[in-house]
Structure formats: C-alpha cells, structure tokens
C-alpha cells in the first residue's frame, strides 16, 4: 500500500521559517518525481515545487522562488520543502505527491498526502 505522509506544518509569523517533510513507504521511492503543492481556503490546488527522481532538477512555481527549496533523501524515502520569508499568503494546506515524470500539472501526479496545515500570521 503506497503511503505518502506529510508533516512540519504549523502555526508561524511572517518572516519565519518551516520545514516540511513527506516520508514515502509502498513504493519504489527513486523512480519518482516528487512535489509539493498547496491549497489555500477558498482557492483551487496550486503547484509549488517539483523535484527529479535524482535530485539534479528542481522546479519552482514563482510567488515561492527564492524562498523555498525542496529536495529529497532517496536512502530515507523522504522529500522536504524548506520555507524561509513566510508571508501570510503562503497559508495553506500543502500536500506532497509522486509521479513518473516531473512535472507542475496535478493530473500527472499518481500518489498524494492527506496534507499538513501551515498557518503564517501577519
């Protein structure tokens, strides 16, 4: 059974800084592409950062550029997103999600998180 379990989330001001971790159990962890993507109240699902199987390429959507980061440890089975320079319009549920190939489309993801709440206040 394939298991893609988030956690990090909180409570935080502006100008903080979270960690996020999704640790990955069911399949096989390196052959696929990772990301994280949110979903803020009232607004659809968004992309946030995608990552290769390998690590050597990353994708970031622009309002987190330059602020997040993400990256993987394929010999824990887990993928990060390291948030600095919270703003409150970064508050939202984030999700993380395998798929084959990376990509910024959710419909290409095969595997999600139940999701973990990150609330940055002003």
């Known amino acids: 059974q394939v298991r893609l379990q988030e956690s990090g989330g909180g409570l935080v001001q502006a100008g903080d800084s979270l960690r996020l971790s999704c640790a990955v159990s069911g399949l096989t962890f390196n052959s696929y592409a990772m990301a994280w993507f949110r979903q803020a109240p009232g607004k659809e699902r968004e992309f946030v950062a995608a990552?290769?199987?390998?690590?050597?390429?990353?994708n970031y959507a622009n309002s987190v550029k330059g602020r997040f980061a993400i990256s993987r440890d394929n010999g824990g089975n887990t993928v990060y997103l390291q948030m600095d320079s919270l703003k409150p319009e970064d508050t939202a549920i984030y999700f993380c999600?395998?798929?084959?190939?990376?990509?910024?489309?959710?419909?290409?993801?095969?595997?999600w998180g139940q999701g973990t709440q990150v609330t940055v206040s002003s």
């Open positions: 990552i290769t199987r390998d690590s050597f390429g990353q």
């Open positions: 999600a395998a798929s084959g190939a990376l990509s910024r489309l959710q419909d290409e993801y095969d595997y």
